[in-house]
Structure formats: C-alpha cells, structure tokens
T-cell receptor, first 115, second 112 residues
Framework: GAVVSQHPSRVICKSGTSVKIECRSL??????MFWYRQFPKQSLMLMAT?????????EQGVEKDKFLINHASLTLSTLTVTSAHPEDSSFYIC???????????FGQGTRLTVV | SQQGEEDPQALSIQEGENATMNCSYK?????LQWYRQNSGRGLVHLIL?????REKHSGRLRVTLDTSKKSSSLLITASRAADTASYFC????????????FGQGTRLTINP
C-alpha cells in the first residue's frame, strides 16, 4: 500500500509556543488530506479536511486559528498548533487519499505534549 | 458527531479463539472500512467493503455488511497474541471529500 510519512513522531513543547506537524505522501499524490486528533483510549476525531491548493474545511468546534492547516502541494500537508497549551496535548494523525478517493492511508501519528 | 458505534468496547479472549467485533452506523454510506491500531501508533488499513457488498474475506479476517441494519462485523479467526490491538470501523459518506468517520473502537486482548 501507499506510504504516508508523518513527522515528528513525538514532540514536547512549552506552553505558548507553536508546533508544526508534517504529513507527506511518499509515493502518490494526495488530493485530499485529513487531520485527526485522538485522546487516550478514545477514537479518532476528525479535525479538518484539506484539499491541495485550497483552504481547509474544519469540523464543528475546531478552532481554525489555533490549528492552522496548509496543503500547499500534492504531497505535503502541515498542521501547526499555535500558542499550544497543555490541553492541546494529544495524539495527532494525518491521512491521505488520492484522486480515486478509495482507501485512506495513515501516518504513524505525532504525540504532542505541551508542558 | 461520531458516525459509528462499536460493540463491545473491550474484548479479551484466549489465543486460538475467534474474535467478533460489531459496528453500527447512522447514515447512508459509500463504503465501510476496518482499521487496526497498536497502542500509540498509526492506523493500519485492514479491509474495505463497499455498500453493495455483503461479505468480504482477507486472510483470517471476515467482514460482513448489512446496510438494512446499518451494521458491520469483523471476525478474526484463530486469533494470535499479535492480534492484540484496537480495532476501528470507519464509514465513508456520500458527500464532499468522502471523509472517514470513525467508531469508538474495540480494544481486543488476546491472552496467550
């Protein structure tokens, strides 16, 4: 199957700083990328959907100014957590789909800890 | 809002036994997918079943889909300790970018 690389896998940052998470599709063109958040022992909650070259569509309750998403190319999407606070600590996972819109491929996730 | 609900939330069985997990959803779907997640890791795609399919097999996995009941089941036969993980169903809706909406998941523990 296709490979999605997510980086970094773990990050610890101080409260008030910003953190950028990258999601790359390595062997296919990802026309659509999705960002999820997962709390311990819970399911994945969709945060936003991004299409290459256009603004992301955020799910209800997700602050777009806090979680900045950029999908500037067909192989890269980034999620920036701005002015991070301890409550933003979570596991963030991206997934990517190609134009055929069938199977979604997931990155390995990023464990964000804000101290 | 979450589309899928999974049952049971946790399942513990002996190695060699079969494990069955169920998933229910609320709206019309394009397809339903099952994923596996080891603790603290990303998701691994297991199997996709389309809305016009009723059953699908992949190795030791068997998935059924009943669109009239809006439910699906995942059967893992001859379970192994390495099957210990969380299993999620995800539905792809007939709209927009066909985003995936995940169920709550079943935490499966296979005891050696």
């Amino acid at each position: 199957g296709a490979v999605v690389s997510q980086h970094p896998s773990r990050v610890i940052c101080k409260s008030g700083t910003s953190v950028k998470i990258e999601c790359r599709s390595l062997d296919f063109q990802a026309t659509t990328m999705f960002w999820y958040r997962q709390f311990p022992k819970q399911s994945l909650m969709l945060m936003a959907t991004s299409n290459e070259g256009s603004k992301a569509t955020y799910e209800q309750g997700v602050e777009k100014d806090k979680f900045l998403i950029n999908h500037a190319s067909l192989t890269l999407s980034t999620l920036t957590v701005t002015s991070a606070h301890p409550e933003d600590s979570s596991f963030y996972i991206c997934s990517a789909r190609d134009f055929r819109n069938t199977e979604a491929f997931f990155g390995q996730g990023t464990r964000l800890t804000v101290v | 809002s979450q589309q899928g609900e999974e049952d049971p939330q946790a399942l513990s069985i002996q190695e060699g036994e079969n494990a069955t997990m169920n998933c229910s959803y609320k709206t019309s779907i394009n397809n339903l997918q099952w994923y596996r997640q080891n603790s603290g890791r990303g998701l691994v795609h297991l199997i996709l079943i389309r809305s016009n399919e009723r059953e699908k097999h992949s190795g030791r996995l068997r998935v059924t889909l009943d669109t009239s009941k809006k439910s699906s089941s995942l059967l893992i036969t001859a379970s192994r300790a390495a099957d210990t993980a969380s299993y999620f169903c995800a539905t792809s809706l007939y709209q927009g970018a066909q985003k995936l909406v995940f169920g709550q998941g079943t935490r499966l523990t296979i005891n050696p």
